[in-house]
């Protein structure tokens, strides 16, 4: 069985930092594109960031560029984004999310974890 | 940036109804598009991908057509478990970014 749990998540404030982890099993992580997705309270998803089974290659959206960075541990099993300079508008649950196949669907979803940026 | 855009942004249904809900992308995406079915504190669900494809598991009553830049989710008869939210998502121009559509509400009338 596909699981994805995510930590890491809290009330940081303005400026801070926080690392999110992703830890996966019940599949060969080293072998899918990963991603996250963000859903601010009552809004949208909106995918954040990719990257590639290898790490080779990494992706964001516009507005985290400079600021998240995306990485993974594919001996650990495990899948990380490092949010830096966090702003009010990144107060979000943040999702990890494995690709299907090539890699342009999501095909597994973690639970979820609560970002929260205010003073 | 491609955007998608979601119509309408709710729809109130009855059990046994057929509901369409469509996503417009704002340029040509091929059949690069998939549908999820969000429910209230849980994880999207994906339903249909490639435009048309139904994901395993996923019931019958879904279905998925388009091309291009217009497409529709269809539910032929909704159940009460279908009353969620669905989001669009393109992924022509993965992987340098993949967007979702602004979401649809279907709530039951």
């Known amino acids: 069985e596909v699981q994805l749990v995510e930590s890491g998540g809290g009330l940081v404030q303005p400026g801070g930092s926080l690392r999110l982890s992703c830890a996966a099993s019940?599949?060969?992580?080293?072998?899918?594109?990963m991603s996250w997705v963000r859903q601010a309270p009552g809004k949208g998803l909106e995918w954040v960031a990719n990257i590639k089974q290898d790490g080779s290659e990494k992706y964001y959206v516009d507005s985290v560029k400079g600021r998240f960075t995306i990485s993974r541990d594919n001996a650990k099993n495990s899948l990380y984004l490092q949010m830096n300079s966090l702003r009010a508008e990144d107060t979000a649950v943040y999702y990890c999310?494995?690709?299907?196949?090539?890699?342009?669907?999501?095909?597994?979803w973690g639970q979820g974890t609560l970002v929260t940026v205010s003073s | 940036d491609i955007q998608m855009t979601q119509s309408p942004s709710s729809v109130s249904a009855s059990v046994g109804d057929r509901v369409t809900i469509t996503c417009r992308a704002s340029?040509?995406?091929?059949?690069?598009l998939a549908w999820y079915q969000q429910k209230p504190g849980k994880a999207p669900k994906l339903l249909i991908y490639?435009?048309?494809s139904l994901q395993s598991g996923v019931p019958s009553r879904f279905s998925g057509s388009g091309s291009g830049t217009d497409f529709t989710l269809t539910i032929s008869s909704l159940q009460p478990e279908d009353f969620a939210t669905y989001y669009c998502?393109?992924?022509?121009?993965?992987?340098?970014?993949?967007?979702f559509g602004g979401g649809t509400k279907v709530e039951i009338k």
């Open positions: 019940g599949f060969t992580f080293s072998s899918y594109w």
């Open positions: 999310a494995r690709a299907k196949g090539y890699g342009d669907y999501v095909e597994y």
């Open positions: 340029q040509g995406i091929s059949s690069w």
């Open positions: 998502q393109q992924a022509n121009s993965f992987p340098r970014g993949i967007t």
């Open positions: 490639a435009a048309s």
